[in-house]
């Protein structure tokens, strides 16, 4: 399998799956936790035995990191140099509790050269990944889509690009 490293490496519709997970514990919400003001659907055993819950949720700021460690373990895709850009979209869909084991789902959508960036010599595009992170179950904790800015390769002609793809 050769690596997906650069902007033209990608097409549309490229799919990865991140063959392991990550289990959260409460050890990680209560360091969370630590850094503000949790909320007592993160902290509160109490409160959560009267809730809708069935445990502590998982923060969504977990949720999100470990979103991006799992894109160290898709199989084939290996970013050089890529500059986050943004998520659009985001939804945390499900909760997640302590004990799930979450997984990382990613698909090429969109892919375009920035017009500003040609005007400068800058050798990178836009890419944007439609995420989901689901847990053990198959349940979608998360969704969102995932824009960064990657490199061209050293053979990439970017002018010999459709001109609707520059934006």
Request: net charge negative.
């Amino acid at each position: 399998m050769e690596l997906k490293q650069y902007f033209d490496d990608f097409e549309l519709g490229d799919t990865a799956a991140s063959p392991a997970g990550r289990t959260v514990t409460e050890t990680d919400i209560f360091r969370t936790a630590g850094y503000r003001h949790g909320g007592q659907v993160h902290v509160d055993r109490e409160y959560i035995k009267n809730s809708e819950f069935d445990d502590f949720l998982v923060q969504n700021t977990i949720l999100i990191s470990i979103s991006s460690a799992l894109w160290n373990n898709l199989p084939g895709w290996d970013y050089k140099a890529p500059v986050a850009y943004g998520r659009d979209g985001m939804r945390f869909v499900n909760p997640a509790y302590p004990g799930d084991t979450l997984y990382l789902e990613a698909e090429v959508v969109d892919k375009r050269i920035r017009e500003k960036d040609l005007e400068v010599d800058r050798d990178r595009g836009l890419i944007t990944i439609h995420e989901e992170l689901l847990n053990q179950n198959d349940d979608v904790v998360l969704v969102n889509d995932h824009l960064s800015l990657l490199p061209f390769s050293a053979d990439f002609d970017p002018q010999g690009w459709k001109r609707r793809d520059i934006v």
